[in-house]
């Protein structure tokens, strides 16, 4: 121990890694946390927080044409961007600062550098400066991709400056088929710009269930947002004050601004990982065990550069989870099964376990309830929306394995169902509950009928 500065040395002070150094130092490590940009990382800074509060500010225009229909006269409203971004700012810097002083009450050394690795002990910094730990921490989580070069690509902008835009867009083109994407296309179009989406698969939201791919795509239709699926952005040019895109059909679009959310990849390069000899896996993140340990091992990887499930509640649990194993003397690996997860988009999403697909491609037996109904507000309001649900049931045992949800508050309806789901709740316990009357979710215990599911479909 005695020609290591310190215990444990943490590359990126975002969620994995503030939580890391936090739990390892209350374990009675001395911990440093490099960080290059701003401490939060980019949950706080540039990713789940300042979204959530555009979100927000995006959903107060349907509520002022809602309240109509319950005898509310609003005059029409005015928006200013620069009021909102101003504020959301303000915010990330109270975060900023909070992380920050619990890092300091921890006792952890924050030194604001890029750091990368020099050997499997040595940490050196953007002064050149060394640092010899025992053992090193990655948590340098993903930055933006732009998928290949196309004539100008210089002109998309990513998630990360849409927080930084002087004026709200009147009208935008986003690039991307993910939650990302959706979830700005719903901003923007909620704040009032013309909006279009254009994504290369079939339907957006890959990997979600159809019903709920199908839903939101009709219902962001509904709200004015064009939905191009089956091509790509081949070419952005500027023409005076405006962007003019070209898709892969030949095609064009006029926007203000173009936005690129095509996925996100690990920061793993320049950071010396070759050097010292650390595996990355097939997908490009840095390969680990269940205890989140590189190919080395001294050193750690969690959150987004090993590229597991990019969420910041599986970042903290990996970064919580390291320092329990590490210093704690509690070996714990992270479970990534059953991670519930929302869609901040309008309406919103909300989803835990298996989709309807996965279920009937893993199990013998598959039954499905699926419920689609106008939510209560909307009676009045007269907004064309509806609320779908949909159980996904192991037939053999009778245990609700997925959950699927697109509506108000689906978001945080999820995180409670995903509690049912992990304690393996069957769809009999489900039937069991009584209703909370009148809400949305009571259907969710008061489907009976099995629906049509791919399997039996299949079978007969
Ligand atoms: C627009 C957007 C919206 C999102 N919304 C949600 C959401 O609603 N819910 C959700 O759960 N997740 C959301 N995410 C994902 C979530 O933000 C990430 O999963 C999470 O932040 C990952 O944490 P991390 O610790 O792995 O990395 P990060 O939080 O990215 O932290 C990595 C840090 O390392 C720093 N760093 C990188 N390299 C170095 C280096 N060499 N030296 C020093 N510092 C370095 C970076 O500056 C950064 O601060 C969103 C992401 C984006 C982009």
């Not at 849409?162 to 901003?187: H, N, S, T, W």
């Not at 709200?223 to 070419?235: D, L, P, S, Y």
């Not at 003019?244 to 950071?271: C, E, H, Q, Y």
């Not at 245990?399 to 995903?418: F, K, N, T, Y």
């Amino acid at each position: 121990m005695a020609d290591h500065d310190v215990d444990l040395f943490v590359i990126g002070g975002g969620s994995g890694g503030v939580r890391a150094a936090r739990i390892a130092a209350s374990h009675g490590a001395r911990v440093v946390v490099a960080e290059e940009y701003r401490v939060g990382g980019t949950c706080v800074i540039r990713g789940c927080v300042p979204k959530k509060l555009l979100v927000y500010a995006s959903r107060f225009s349907g509520d002022f044409e809602d309240a109509a229909g319950f005898g509310w006269s609003v005059p029409e409203p005015i928006f200013h961007w620069p009021t909102l971004i101003g504020n959301v700012d303000r915010e990330v810097a109270r975060l900023e600062a909070a992380y920050t002083a619990t890092l300091e009450r921890y006792k952890v050394a924050l030194v604001k550098s890029r750091a990368v690795l020099e050997n499997a002990h040595t940490v050196r910094l953007a002064d050149g400066k060394r640092v010899r730990a025992e053992t090193i921490l990655i948590a340098t989580g993903a930055w933006p991709h732009y998928g290949p070069k196309i004539p100008g690509l210089d002109h998309a902008m990513s998630s990360n400056e849409a927080f930084k835009l002087k004026d709200l867009p009147r009208r935008i083109v986003i690039q991307g088929g993910g939650y990302i994407a959706v979830e700005f296309a719903c901003v923007f179009a909620g704040l009032g710009s013309e909006v279009t989406l254009v994504y290369r698969g079939e339907n957006i939201l890959r990997g979600f269930d159809d019903d709920i791919r199908e839903h939101l795509r009709n219902e962001m239709r509904g709200r004015g947002i064009t939905v191009t699926c089956g091509h790509t952005v081949a070419a952005i040019e500027r023409a005076g004050e405006e962007f003019v895109t070209r898709l892969s059909d030949g095609s064009t679009i006029a926007s203000d601004k173009v936005m690129f959310a095509i996925g996100r990849r690990p920061n793993v390069t320049g950071l010396g990982l070759e050097t010292v000899g650390i595996k990355l896996a097939e997908h490009g993140g840095i390969a680990v065990d269940s205890y989140s340990r590189s190919s080395i091992a001294n050193i750690y990887a969690v959150g987004d550069v090993t590229h597991r499930v990019n969420l910041t509640p599986v970042a903290i649990r990996e970064g919580h989870a390291f320092a329990d194993t590490v210093y704690g003397g509690k070996p714990t690996p992270v479970d990534h099964t059953n991670v519930p997860t929302a869609v901040f988009s309008e309406p919103e999403i909300g989803v835990v376990g298996l989709t309807e697909q996965q279920a009937s491609e893993r199990l013998a037996k598959v039954d499905i309830y699926k419920t689609s109904f106008r939510p209560m507000k909307a009676t009045l309001s007269g907004r064309a929306t509806r609320m779908f649900m949909k159980l996904v049931v192991d037939g053999s045992n009778n245990q609700v394995v997925g959950c699927h949800i697109i509506g108000p508050d689906a978001g945080e309806l999820i995180q409670v169902l995903g509690i049912a789901v992990k304690m393996r709740a069957t769809k009999a316990d489900f039937d069991a509950t009584m209703a909370v009357h009148p809400t949305g979710a009571e259907e969710l215990v008061t489907m009976r009928e099995k629906a049509a599911s791919y399997a039996r479909v299949a079978a007969e």
